[in-house]
C-alpha cells in the first residue's frame, strides 16, 4: 500500500471540519415523502441508480487524480489504526471527492504533501509538462501521425506515454471492468422502473458504457435529452471545466498551425459525474414557463443571422427542462470544490447528439439552492446591500436568473469556442450569465415576468455576483463574476455608496446587453489572442470587489462543504 504524508496539520482540520467552516448540503431523507410515494418499481430502480452513480464516482476518482483511490486506502487504513488525523482528513476527501481541491476563499487545499495539483489532473500522465506536452504532438504530426493525435486531443480519453509518444485510450476501454458494472446496474434499474421512455435510455445508456463508441453516448445523449415526464432522474454528466492541459495546444503557434492543416479541434477533457434523484412535478412545471419564448430570444442573440445556434428561431425548441429532488450527486457533479453547481444544461456543444438531431436538457438541483439558514442571509444583506433595496432581493430570484443562464448556453454560436482554449469556458459561463440578464426585459415584456420579479431578479443577479476572494483562472464560474462586475461598474450599473451596493436597475440590462454582444463576437471569431485580451482586461479585482469581500468574509466563516446523502446511503447498503 503506497504511503502518504497528511498535509493539513490537527489544528487546520478540527476547523475546517467544524460546523462553522463546512457546509452541509442536505439531500432526500430516507423516509422522504417523495421517495415513499414512488410507486414499488421506482423504488427498487432508484437502489440501482445509486448504486450505478457510485461506481461512476470511482472512475472518475482516477480521472481527477491518480492517486485519489491510493489515498483513500490508505486513510482508511490509518482510521482503523486510530489515526485522529486520517478521520478529519477523510471528511474533507469525502467532501471534495478527491485529494486536492479548492476552497470557497480559492485558496488551494492539498490533503498529502507528496501529491501536488497537475494541470492534466488525472487524464495525462503525471509528469508530463506542457511543454514537452506540445513538442511530442508537434513530432508526431511531422511523422504523419494525426489519427493518434486525434485520439489523444479528445474528450473522451485518458493519455498515456507510448515510448517516447503519447496515447489515447478511450475511457470505456480503460475503465472497462467499472463501466460494465453500471451498465449492468442501468439493466437492472430498467428492469423495475416503470416508465417506459426511462428504461429506453437507461438501455440506450448501458449499451454505450459496454463498448467505446462515441455514437453509442449520442444515442443515449439524444434520447435522455427528450425525457420530460419521468418519475426519476439518472444522469451521467459529462464536462470538461477540470482539464487546464488540452486547451493549452492552441498557446503555441506551431502546433496550433499543425492542427488547424489537419482539421483537428482539441476538446478538453471528459469529467463524469453520477446524479440520481426523483423528478418534482410542481417544480418542474414552473420552469416549462420559459420555453414558449426560447425561439424568441434564439432570434434576438447578438449576430443570430451570422452562426447555427441549437434554438432554431423558427422551430419548437428542443430543450426539456426538469426540477430535481436530490439523492446522490457523485463524482464530477457532487464535488464540493470552492462551490457547487445549481444546475446544467447538457450535452455540451462537443457531443455527437447534437448533431443527429438531439436536443438539450436543463436539470436543477433543488437541495441544493436551498437556503438553510436566512437569518445569515439578512445578516448579509444589512452589510452589504442598500436598505432601501433590500425589498428588491429575493432568494427565488437567484433561481429565475439560473433558469435563464442555462437556457442561454443553448443560445449563441455551436462552433468557435473550442479555438478559445483556456478561456473556452470562461467565455462560454460569461454568455450565460449576461444572456440571462439581457434578456430580463423582453420576457418582462413578452409577461413571462411582472415588473416586480424583473426588479427581484437584477437586483438579487447583482448582490449576489459578489464573491468572498478573488478566484483562479481555473474557476471558469467564478472569473466571470469578477469581469462582469468590472464591465457592469464601468457602465454605472451599480455603486458602492457608503460601503453598500446600490443598484441602477435601468442601466443593467443595457450594460449586459452590450457584453454580451462581445462575448458573442469572441465566440464566432473564435480567436484565442482576442478572448485573452478580453478576459485581461476585464478579469480585474477592484478595491471595491475587495470592500464587499471583506464584509462577506465576515459573516460567512465557511471554507468548505459537503453532501448530506441519507437516503443514498441506505438505498447503496440494501
Known amino acids: ?44 430502480a432508484l437502489k440501482h441508480l445509486v448504486r450505478a452513480a457510485n461506481i461512476i464516482e470511482k472512475i472518475n476518482m482516477q480521472l481527477d487524480n491518480a492517486d485519489n483511490l491510493p489515498f483513500k486506502e490508505y486513510l482508511e487504513k490509518e482510521i482503523k489504526s486510530g489515526n485522529r488525523q486520517a478521520e478529519l482528513t477523510k471528511i ?21 504533501k507528496e501529491v501536488p495539483a497537475r494541470p492534466g489532473k488525472g487524464v495525462y500522465p503525471a509528469d508530463l509538462s ?22 489523444i486531443l479528445t ?37 423495475y422502473s416503470t ?18 463508441d462515441p455514437m453509442l453516448d449520442a444515442y443515449a445523449d439524444k434520447k435522455w435529452a427528450s425525457l420530460q415526464d419521468t418519475p426519476l432522474e439518472f444522469t451521467i454528466t459529462r464536462e ?43 417544480g418542474t412545471e414552473a420552469l416549462m414557463a420559459i420555453k414558449e419564448y426560447l425561439p424568441i430570444l434564439a432570434k434576438n442573440m447578438p449576430f443570430a443571422d451570422e452562426y447555427e445556434q441549437n434554438i432554431k428561431p423558427d422551430s419548437d425548441a428542443k430543450q426539456t427542462m426538469v426540477d430535481v429532488d436530490m439523492v ?17 444544461n447538457l450535452p455540451n456543444d462537443d457531443k455527437l447528439s447534437l448533431t443527429i438531431g438531439g436536443g438539450r436538457r436543463n436539470v436543477y438541483h433543488r437541495q441544493i439552492r436551498f437556503i438553510s439558514d436566512m437569518k445569515k442571509l439578512q445578516e448579509r444583506l444589512d ?136 462575448i458573442v463576437r469572441i465566440q464566432i471569431d473564435g480567436d484565442f489572442e482576442k478572448a485573452e485580451k478580453y478576459v485581461a482586461e476585464n478579469f480585474v479585482w477592484t478595491d471595491n470587489m475587495e470592500l464587499i469581500a471583506q464584509k462577506l468574509q465576515k459573516i460567512s466563516k465557511t471554507l468548505n462543504g459537503r453532501l448530506e446523502t441519507e437516503l443514498a446511503d441506505k438505498l447503496a447498503l440494501e
Request: proline share 3%; glycine share 6%.
Open 1 to 44: 500500500m503506497t504511503e502518504y504524508t497528511l498535509n493539513l496539520s490537527m489544528e487546520e482540520l478540527e476547523k475546517r471540519t467544524h460546523k462553522d467552516y463546512l457546509m452541509t448540503k442536505k439531500f432526500l431523507k430516507a423516509d422522504a415523502p417523495e421517495y415513499l410515494e414512488l410507486d414499488d418499481g421506482d423504488k427498487l
Open 92 to 112: 474533507l476527501f469525502d467532501a471534495q471527492k478527491g485529494i486536492n481541491a479548492i476552497d470557497t476563499m480559492s485558496n488551494p487545499i492539498f490533503l498529502a
Open 130 to 151: 506542457k511543454e514537452e506536452f506540445h513538442s511530442i504532438l508537434i513530432k508526431m504530426l511531422k511523422e504523419g501521425k494525426a489519427d493518434k493525435v486525434c485520439s
Open 155 to 191: 474528450q473522451r480519453s485518458v493519455v498515456e506515454r507510448e515510448g517516447d509518444e503519447l496515447i489515447g485510450i478511450d475511457y470505456v476501454d480503460k475503465f472497462r471492468d467499472d463501466f460494465y458494472n453500471v451498465a449492468d446496474e442501468l439493466d437492472k434499474a430498467a428492469s
Open 195 to 212: 416508465n417506459p421512455d426511462f428504461n429506453e435510455y437507461l438501455k440506450l445508456q448501458s449499451a454505450a458504457l459496454r463498448k467505446a
Open 240 to 282: 470538461n471545466y477540470a482539464d487546464e492541459m488540452t486547451g493549452t495546444v492552441v498557446e503555441n503557434p506551431e502546433l496550433k498551425e499543425l492542427l488547424d492543416q489537419h482539421n483537428i479541434s482539441p476538446i478538453p477533457k471528459d469529467f463524469l459525474g453520477g446524479r440520481v434523484g426523483i423528478v418534482n412535478k410542481k
Open 328 to 344: 446522490q450527486a457523485a463524482g464530477d457533479v457532487g464535488e464540493y470544490r470552492g462551490g457547487i453547481t445549481l444546475a446544467e
Open 383 to 518: 452589510e452589504i446591500l442598500d436598505k432601501d433595496q433590500h425589498k428588491y432581493y429575493l432568494d427565488e430570484a437567484d433561481h429565475w436568473f439560473t433558469i435563464g443562464h442555462e437556457n442561454a448556453h443553448s443560445l449563441g454560436p455551436r462552433h468557435g469556442s473550442e479555438k478559445l482554449g483556456k478561456y473556452r469556458n470562461i467565455i462560454e459561463e460569461n454568455k450565460a450569465d449576461m444572456g440571462s440578464l439581457a434578456f430580463v426585459d423582453l420576457l418582462c415584456e413578452l409577461g413571462m415576468y411582472t415588473e416586480e420579479q424583473r426588479k427581484e431578479i437584477i437586483v438579487t443577479t447583482i448582490t449576489d455576483n459578489f464573491l468572498k476572494s478573488k478566484p483562479t483562472y481555473s474557476q471558469a464560474h467564478r472569473v466571470r463574476t469578477v469581469m462582469q462586475n468590472k464591465y457592469l461598474a464601468e457602465r454605472g450599473a451599480y455603486e458602492i455608496i457608503d460601503g453598500k451596493i446600490h443598484v441602477n436597475i435601468e442601466k443593467v440590462v443595457p450594460a449586459a446587453k452590450e457584453m454580451l454582444a462581445e
